[in-house]
């Protein structure tokens, strides 16, 4: 990967609306160099997929909450349960299984603090294996993104 593709890969992941000749003059390259670049770049999977960014408010989820759950088992039936929940509940913007306090990391996205009840609800009465969840809503957020450092 040159200077060439880090370019063209930060100014995707900036905008990937972008027409290849907005492309080429934003990393100073052909429109046709653009196209093939980036159709290598998305073969050699530095590219996954491309999305649109929603804007969540205007879709009526003004709730935004980080949910951190501990699991009392570890493994079997209960937790293929538990994954196919957060699988299948939409929700569920994102979900990490990490290291420390808490065994995952749920970011959740509803309308009301009604639905997270429920949703809470939904989780607790599936599950049956939690030993501590804890919800935090987001008040504002400082910074949001989707943007990894490309040096």
């Known amino acids: 990967m ?12 900036e905008r990937a609306d972008l027409t290849h000749a907005e492309l080429a003059e934003r990393v100073h390259l052909s429109p046709s160099q653009c196209a093939r670049r980036l159709e290598r770049l998305r073969a050699a999977g530095y590219i996954e997929r491309t999305v649109a960014i929603l804007n969540r408010e205007r879709l009526g989820l003004d709730v935004l909450a980080h949910v951190l759950i501990s699991l009392q088992v570890h493994e079997g039936v209960r937790n293929d349960a538990f994954r196919h929940f957060i699988d299948e509940a939409p929700e569920v913007l994102e979900c990490y299984m990490q290291s420390g306090d808490a065994d995952l990391l749920m970011k959740v996205a509803v ?8 949703f809470i609800d939904r989780l607790i009465g599936l599950s049956g294996g939690l030993a501590t969840l804890r919800s935090y809503i987001v008040l504002r957020s400082l910074k949001t993104g989707n943007r990894y450092p490309i040096s």
């Open 111 to 118: 309308p009301t603090l009604e639905a997270l009840a429920a």
């Open 2 to 13: 040159d200077v060439y593709d880090k370019r063209i890969l930060a100014s995707v992941q």
